[in-house]
Nanobody, 119 residues
């Protein structure tokens, strides 16, 4: 099993920045790729970023995903935040697929971290 723990969420004004972290533990050698999703109130969980180069159109140019394999950690640097970025952000890990935007491709999920962007 793999455990994922996110951190770094919080309240920020529009135009500000946050960096989310997700650290994996357990059978980390089984992880092929990691990604970020988010879920706003009343909406479905949606893809944000994955692998090293895959992004949702809504965040492209503002968010950057990166991974530190030595620390078993993936990051999501979020700049130029907008109120519509407000959501719970989830980290996910896949054993088989690289850079997928589909929730079904991921085998493990974190508990999520709240990001709130005020206008």
């Amino acid at each position: 099993q793999v455990q994922l723990v996110e951190s770094g969420g919080g309240l920020v004004q529009a135009g500000g920045s946050l960096r989310l972290s997700c650290t994996a533990s357990g059978r980390t050698f089984s992880i092929l790729s990691m990604g970020w999703f988010r879920q706003a109130p009343g909406k479905e969980r949606e893809f944000v970023a994955a692998g090293s180069t895959y992004y949702a159109d809504s965040v492209k140019g503002r968010f950057t995903i990166s991974r530190d394999n030595a620390k078993n950690t993936v990051y999501l640097q979020m700049n130029s935040l907008k109120p519509e970025d407000t959501a719970v952000y989830y980290c996910a890990a896949s054993k088989d697929v690289i850079g997928s935007r589909y929730r079904s491709s991921y085998d493990y999920w974190g508990q999520g971290t709240q990001v709130t962007v005020s206008s």
